[in-house]
Nanobody
Framework: QVQLVESGGGLVQPGGSLRLSCAAS????????MAWYRQPPGKQRELVAA???????NYADSVKGRFTISRDNTKSTVYLQMNSLKPGDTAVYYC??????????????WGQGTQVTVSS
């Protein structure tokens, strides 16, 4: 009934940039908070950045000043602009959206993940 489709991952050299996108589709009534998480190899999933439907943002300390989260509510899409990438940013990146669907309660939905590898 709902899909979160991520794109934009890949291999990049240290210091480079990538832009991730995540588009929500389906029987969506409302989208509230949207966020990006990541799971480095062998580690737990962690919050990278989040944005409310009013545009308030918060970031993990490790990415402040380098990553920017934004959203386009007309397209039900959240973005993550990642600059000055470091090898430590290597992870599978997941988007998450707090949504209410047709005939359901508010819940959190996840994308399938996109690999980001920072390596020379």
């Amino acid at each position: 009934q709902v899909q979160l489709v991520e794109s934009g991952g890949g291999l990049v050299q240290p210091g480079g940039s990538l832009r991730l996108s995540c588009a929500a589709s389906g029987s969506i009534l409302s989208i509230y908070d949207m966020a990006w998480y990541r799971q480095p190899p062998g580690k737990q999933r962690e919050l990278v950045a989040a944005i409310t439907n009013g545009g308030r943002t918060n970031y993990a300390d490790s990415v402040k000043g380098r990553f920017t989260i934004s959203r386009d509510n007309t397209k039900s899409t959240v973005y993550l602009q990642m600059n000055s990438l470091k090898p430590g940013d290597t992870a599978v990146y997941y988007c998450a959206a707090d949504m209410r669907l047709l005939a359901t309660q508010r819940n959190t939905y996840w994308g399938q993940g996109t690999q980001v590898t920072v390596s020379s």
